[in-house]
């Protein structure tokens, strides 16, 4: 079986799940006296794109960090790909961000490496210990570090160094890299605000279409509703740690999006 019939099989398998891929039941956190997050319920459906929207201080940075767990919940509940993670041991935490897939404004990846080896670094949850430390990738992980380049149009930049790249290129290497993650949902916060208006829809548009090809779940925080509107299939918004509105983006007003940041 090749490395791309593995992608395409665990993309059917994302698919048939009927269980959404992320779900925030009744989820708060408490800083001190105030609520971060006030009691906040959505679910995003493998292969579905959601663009997390909000004022600053919505609470937008807060979601991601309880859904990877560096921030703990005070009450509710979330779940990724059915599997509660109250109460998970140091394992299945492993385990558990293993499966989710990061990309930041800044890019994070090291800028001396090629853009082949931080896509590799995707597979260093894959990997036994000792290849991790040795930094030796198998043929099958370097194979689909290559497949994964190849899919955000970078192959032919395998071998440059990742700060030689532009930064729209350098995002789409984060995205290259949750793909050898084969990932399952991946966060994106604010990935696009470094970038020129081309970019970020370039960027955007092909963290869309392996969103809907693999059956991988996106959550995406955006500050511009432009962009949203474009390329989320549906808009979860925020405001004082409040969920505001959470609607499929054909059916979102420019009203009831403007009250969000009124
Ligand atoms: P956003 O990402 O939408 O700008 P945040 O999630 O960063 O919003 O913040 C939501 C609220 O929680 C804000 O009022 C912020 O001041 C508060 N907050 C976030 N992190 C902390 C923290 N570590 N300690 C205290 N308050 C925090």
């Known amino acids: ?108 990846l090291i800028g001396r490496s090629t853009a082949l080896d931080n896509t590799l670094a995707g597979r260093l949850g894959h990997a036994p210990t000792w ?25 032919d930049k395998a071998y440059q160094r990742a700060d030689s790249l532009s930064g729209g290129q350098q995002q789409r290497v984060a995205i290259a890299r949750v793909l050898a993650q084969q990932s399952r949902l991946v966060l994106a916060d604010e990935p696009v605000a470094s970038l020129d208006p081309a970019a970020a829809a370039n960027v955007l548009g092909v963290l869309r279409d392996i969103a809907r090809e693999r059956g991988i ?14 390329y989320a299939d549906r808009i979860v918004a925020m405001r004082h740690g409040k969920l505001m509105l959470d609607q499929p983006t054909g059916t979102v007003t420019v009203p009831s999006l403007n009250a969000v940041y009124a």
Do not use: W
């Not at 004022?55 to 703990?72: E, N, Y």
């Not at 509660?84 to 930041?104: N, P, Q, T, V, Y």
């Not at 779940?217 to 949203?228: E, F, K």
């Open 1 to 108: 079986m090749t490395v791309l019939d593995r992608i395409a099989i665990s993309a059917e398998m994302a698919m048939a799940q009927s269980q959404p891929a992320l779900l925030l039941d009744r989820v708060r956190k408490r800083y001190g006296a105030s609520f971060a997050l006030d009691d906040v319920s959505f679910s995003i459906a493998p292969g579905e794109v959601v663009a997390l929207l909000g004022p600053s201080g919505a609470g937008k940075s807060t979601v991601f960090r309880c859904i990877s767990r560096l921030a703990t919940i005070d009450g509710g509940r979330v779940a990724v790909l059915g599997q509660d993670m109250a109460g998970m041991d140091r394992r299945a935490l492993r385990e558990h961000r293993r499966g989710i897939g990061l990309i930041f404004q800044q890019f994070n």
């Open 217 to 230: 779940a996106v959550l995406c925080s955006l500050h511009q509703t432009d962009l949203a509107r474009r």
């Open 131 to 155: 290849r991790v430390l040795l930094r030796q990738f198998s043929a099958d992980d370097r194979q689909l570090a290559l497949a994964a380049l190849d899919r955000v149009g970078l192959l």
